[in-house]
């Protein structure tokens, strides 16, 4: 592990995401070998045993199904022991009730990093913000095992895993379809195909009378959903 803390470049989107082994709640991981061929949301936490992120960890662990039927497994993270981690995730479960989830069981992996090798390795470590606590980073890394988005929140703000959903839905239907998706787009709205390549395409698709697509000018043109 001493090679890898040596490294706190954050990476970036396009990057191959950074290698590790850990500890978790769920037994030990090789990242990102043991879940190549699957989408991953590899988030980081301050602390167990915190109001906001206890809120986050039962709302991800209500949809973790959902994501699972998206191909995508969930992974967190934080500066605390394998003990506290269990600990806390054994008290959602008995005796915390939110927004009607009752009885939740943290299935995904939960990540012991007490000597913050993953989270520098990362960039979750912001001086600004804490020296000793990760900030609610999440990184979005697709079946090619690259990073393809990431997100910071600040320690007080709590992460909307419905948006954290939708951009996983956005990305895979890029990638099998071509197209890219608008402002606030949501499954089933009309998606953006790819601008022309020259002014002979451009002509061609603004006169198109197809049936599925339509230009709002030459280099702006939706596709339809059905």
């Not at 915190?50 to 986050?56: G, I, R, S």
């Not at 699972?68 to 022991?81: A, F, Q, R």
């Not at 007080?156 to 895993?161: F, Q, V």
Request: hydrophobic share 40%; net charge neutral; charged share 25%.
């Amino acid at each position: 592990m001493e090679e890898q803390a040596v490294n706190t470049r954050m990476p970036l989107i396009g990057d191959p995401a950074p290698a590790f082994t850990a500890k978790t709640t769920q037994g030990p991981i090789n990242f990102p070998a043991d879940f190549k061929g699957k989408w991953v949301i590899l988030f980081s936490h301050p602390a167990d045993f915190t109001p906001v992120c206890t809120t986050e960890f039962m709302t991800f662990a209500n949809m973790h199904e959902d994501f699972k039927k998206l191909n995508t497994e969930l992974i967190g993270l934080s500066i605390d022991s394998l003990y506290a981690h269990i600990a806390w995730l054994r008290t959602i479960k008995e005796k915390i009730e939110y927004k009607g989830m009752k009885g939740i069981e943290v299935n995904f992996p939960l990540i012991e990093d007490i000597k913050m090798d993953i989270a520098k390795m990362y960039g979750m470590l912001q001086p600004g913000a804490s020296s000793t606590q990760a900030v609610r980073a999440v990184f979005v890394i697709d079946p090619k095992t690259i990073v393809r988005a990431v997100l910071y929140y600040p320690l007080s703000t709590g992460r909307n895993m419905d948006e954290i959903k939708r951009m996983i839905i956005a990305m895979q239907k890029a990638d099998k379809e071509n197209i890219a998706t608008p402002a606030n787009w949501q499954p089933g709205d009309d998606v953006i195909v790819p601008p022309p390549g020259s002014c002979g395409t451009a002509k061609e698709r603004v006169e198109s009378k197809s049936d599925d697509t339509y230009c709002l000018d030459w280099f702006m043109c939706f596709k339809k959903q059905k």
